[in-house]
């Protein structure tokens, strides 16, 4: 098994331009999550999904959409890339969600925004 | 809004002895809390859960304790290896929701030969 996979590792962009984070998860999780660390903030959460077909905001979603068309995947996009965006991102896939689960982590995408 | 607080100084600690991180949280009673591991440049992984109810938990050389009144969890790594250095994060369930984790921002361990 794979575990989370994240695509692409490293990207730099500039202002204004998009692009779309790629994660995929191969344990049948019902859960995934994007998660954005910066340095001493820690990891925030961005959007999840909590099965194929739904997503819901998190912590800091605006600038970020997703969709989960299937299962296995879920995509992170930047429509209009900002400085302030510049971050790793993580990807991460849960089981069931429950009252104990854990998380399952990618690992990362580098993004600078210039 | 709930808080949590690992010290974001590094822990620079010697080879075999005992390294304990805390994690502080605020304003609620989380029924649970995880610990997990960062290496540089990888995403965390999961290395214990403790319930509400319990005191203490362990796990090889891991031992990890919840106190709801202190509000507070204390990460111990007992007989330390320079292979112990990374970045420890502690994880509770934001209140009312139990399908997603808060994270502390970690505390850096270092252990030196």
């Known amino acids: 098994n794979a575990g989370v996979t994240q695509t692409p590792k490293f990207r730099v962009l500039k202002t204004g331009q998009s692009m779309t984070l790629l994660c995929a998860q191969d344990m049948n999780h019902e859960y995934m999550y994007w998660y954005r660390q910066d340095p001493g903030m820690g990891l925030r959460l961005i959007h999840y999904s909590v099965g194929e077909g739904t997503t819901a905001k998190g912590e800091v979603p605006d600038g970020y959409n997703v969709s989960r068309l299937k299962k296995q995947n879920f995509l992170l996009g930047l429509e209009s890339a900002a400085p302030s965006q510049t971050s790793v991102y993580f990807c991460a896939s849960s089981y069931s969600g429950g009252d104990t689960d854990t998380q399952y982590f990618g690992p990362g995408t580098r993004l600078t925004v210039l | 809004s709930q808080k949590i607080e690992q010290n974001s100084e590094a822990l620079n600690i010697q080879e075999g002895k005992t390294a304990t991180l805390t994690c502080n949280y605020t304003?609620?009673?989380?029924?649970?809390l995880q610990w997990y591991r960062q290496d540089p440049g990888r995403g965390p992984v999961f290395l214990l859960l403790?319930?509400?109810?319990?005191k203490e938990k362990r796990k090889e050389r891991l031992k990890v304790t919840f106190d709801t009144t202190l509000k507070q969890s204390l990460f111990h790594i007992t007989a330390s290896q320079p292979a112990d250095s990374a970045t420890y994060l502690c994880a509770l369930p934001p209140s009312g929701g139990y399908n997603k984790l808060i994270f502390g921002a970690g505390t850096r361990l270092a252990v030196h030969p």
């Open positions: 403790i319930r509400e109810n319990e």
């Open positions: 304003n609620y009673s989380p029924a649970y």
